[in-house]
């Protein structure tokens, strides 16, 4: 992959950042217009750059050379380069590219190319402003806009962020959130009834904390990957930065954007269980101010599971159009569609999972199914005016969202029986956000001094309704032998009388500011607050009646960062974030919950990051979360509900990402952690595990390029066993899962991959949904890919 990483003081390109260091560069003879380059860049490479504003080809420059530069931008924004098509070694096509502009190039200190006008030398009183391509090289990325809103290195944000890469995201035939989080350490997924993503991060378990390109993405689905760049994981609570809830953290995926350079992939896999998926991926610049793109996937697939059925397509075009030198507006919209047999895997028995065939299907298929319809669409403008960047992204989403199941219960004490159960839901949700950002720099008395100040605005409309089902009419509950438990038994759907039939919305308006200063070279800070005015209304259609509560939302956030050199930082963060007593899908609201106060999540950490390599990245964090405000039942009388229940997780953390070598690539971490109740909540006692978190988990995978044609990757996943409930009584064992695959370059436009998933064939049992609802691990599974590139 090819990254880019400008300097200067504004820049009229400013995607969304990712990118590595490149390789060293080092002086070798000069000419008028450029310092020649180390012997890594005498290859010969096929440019495709058109003619566009200056600070738009030299990101195609970089994403096709595999070069850094550093930009002055002032002087660039005003440029506007010719066209460069053909096969030339990176010295002479970036020559071509300033030809005419006068700009030129140099070397400084051995590793950068300077870019600055000609006769002129402000290399040195430059105010960094950094902007990078949106690409990243392999399995590192060492920059990061999710964590501060601003290009920050991931050694300069005081936090713990993990970031899955498109590289990891290949090489691994990565399809959903599972598979990210599957080597994200502290970090586990539910089953989610088997119809939508459910992590647990630092012992906090939601389906809400999803964000998309830094926008709220918060309904109950299944996500795909295929329109995905990368996706970044920040643990810890950070209601500075995303707003209410994100009480463990959060999940952002960075979306594909149009660019310049054309881009030309195709992939059809094919696998195990009647696995079938393509996906494309198409576009390039139509002119020097317009680029465009075009992701695309439809799968049709089974599963090792008996009934497993999945069909599911999604499109994503996008425009990017630079409006002169300064301003550049993306846009983008995607329809994607999921429908799929909705499995919620195997009962307990005697507090462990039951010994029936992992493939057994419990309840009634034909009544089981999932169904979702998401169209969205977002524009961002920015705009570069000096040492001022503005920002403004809309995002609007409509989701529609139903689904039906038949699932377990309880297995009788003789091991004979199994009640079965069933519900239907559906959940339609209008989203509307704009975000607007104001990034500026300034020095003071040698103080550096990173602004951000902004705002956003939102408005969530959701209808939610729900039916229980009656077996042949008439039971809410139906025995079936525990060793026959796929039925076809007739059942009907209708209103019990506590199911939800309602409507709500959830309005926010929220300004934030923060300062990323830098005292000296050693020593950074970070301070920031944020103000969140969250609403909502809610209406009962059951019984017509109107509820509503206020809150003011204030989420400060605070780190240092200490830096004994340049490539490692020590630090400490103390972070706050709420949610409100609407819960995080804002699915109920009575006369007694909307009295409570938002439940409180404060976050303490320490930490380490290492850059041992341009490319190789360590990280270590030791934190403690604590979630209070959260509801129990009054001790001097049961019937009231008091706010005194309280959580704490705790734990510490390693992670490794990037090259061992030039040919050996790692990505992995270990995680320990306790998240127990310390306070007796509405849920569970004190002193009782949360479930789904394990006390021990690590995870590695590697991938070993044996030849320029001939690759392989092995992985290893490992969990301590986990309770399925918050009551403690059923627990999931312990296991390890072995993973491989092999890479092979058939020519240079296509390549051919093989994943094999649990090698060993172990019987695993990842997760559940509760005591009784527990998925088995897939058998080993074998999925084969085919990728051509132009």
Known sequence: MRSL???????????????????????????????????????????????????????????????????????????????????????????????????????????????????????????????????????????????????????????????????????????????????????????????????????????????????????????????????????????????????????????????????????????????????????????????????????????????????????????????????????????????????????????????????????????SDSEVDVNSASATLEHQAGVLTIRNRARWASYDKFYQNSFPGAVTADGSQVALSAYNSSSDRENLFNQTDLLFSVNTAGIRHGFLAGAEFGRQDTDNFRNTGYYNNTAASFPVPIGSPTVNTPITFRQSATDADNRSRATVAAVYLQDQITVVPMLQLLGGVRFDRFDIDFHNNRNDEDLSRRDNLVSPRAGVIFKPMETASIYGSWSVSYLPSSGDQFGSLTATTKTLEPEEFTNREVGFKWDARSNLSLTAALYRLDRTNTTAPDPADPSRIVQTGAQRTHGWELGATGNITDNWQIVGGFARQSARIVSTTSAAKAGQRTPLVPERSWSLWNRVQVVPALGFGVGVVHQSDVFAAIDNTVTLPAFTRADAAVYLRVTRGLSVQANVENVLDERYYPTSQGNNNIMPGASRTLRLSLTTRR
């Open 5 to 367: 990483v400008v300097l200067g003081l504004g820049c009229a390109v400013c995607a969304a950042p990712a990118a590595l260091h490149a390789r060293p560069l080092t002086p070798r003879d000069t000419t008028p217009a450029l310092t020649r380059m180390a012997a890594d860049t005498t290859a010969r490479i096929r440019f495709q750059i058109p003619a566009q504003p200056l600070a738009a080809a030299l990101r195609d420059f970089a994403r096709q050379s595999d070069l850094r530069l550093q930009v002055d931008a002032q002087a660039a924004s005003s440029a506007r380069s010719t066209a460069v098509s053909g096969t030339y070694t990176a010295p002479d096509a970036l020559r071509m590219l300033l030809a005419g502009t006068g700009m030129t190039a140099r070397i400084v200190g051995g590793e950068t190319a300077f870019i600055t006008r000609d006769g002129g030398d402000r290399t040195y009183a430059m105010t960094p402003v950094t902007v990078v391509s949106e690409r990243s090289r392999g399995y590192g990325a060492p920059r990061t806009t999710t964590a501060t809103k601003t290009d920050t290195p991931l050694r300069d944000a005081p936090q713990s962020v993990s970031v899955v890469t498109r590289q990891v995201i290949a090489d691994q035939a990565m399809q959903g959130m599972s598979d990210v989080v599957r080597y994200v350490p502290g970090i586990s997924m539910g089953q989610g009834e088997g119809h939508r993503d459910a992590p647990t991060i630092r012992g906090q378990s939601s389906t809400a904390d999803f964000f998309v390109d830094g926008v709220r993405d918060d309904v109950q689905y299944l996500r795909d990957l295929y329109n995905t760049e990368r996706v970044e994981a920040l643990k810890g609570s950070n209601a500075m930065i995303f707003g209410r809830g994100g009480g463990g953290g959060v999940i952002n995926r960075v979306t594909k954007e149009a660019q310049w350079a054309p881009t030309r992939a195709v992939t059809l896999e094919g696998g195990s269980f009647n696995h079938r998926r393509g996906m494309l991926d198409v576009g390039q610049g139509v002119g020097g101010n317009v680029a465009l793109r075009f992701n695309g996937m439809y799968e049709n697939s089974e599963g090792f599971r008996d009934q497993s059925e999945l069909r599911r397509y999604g499109v994503n075009p996008t425009a990017a159009l630079a409006l002169g030198a300064s301003t550049t507006l993306r846009a983008g919209y995607e329809y994607f569609h999921d429908d799929r047999r909705v499995d919620r895997g195997i009962p307990s028995f005697q507090g462990r999972p039951s010994r029936t065939d992992i493939t057994t299907y419990f309840g009634n298929p034909g009544l």
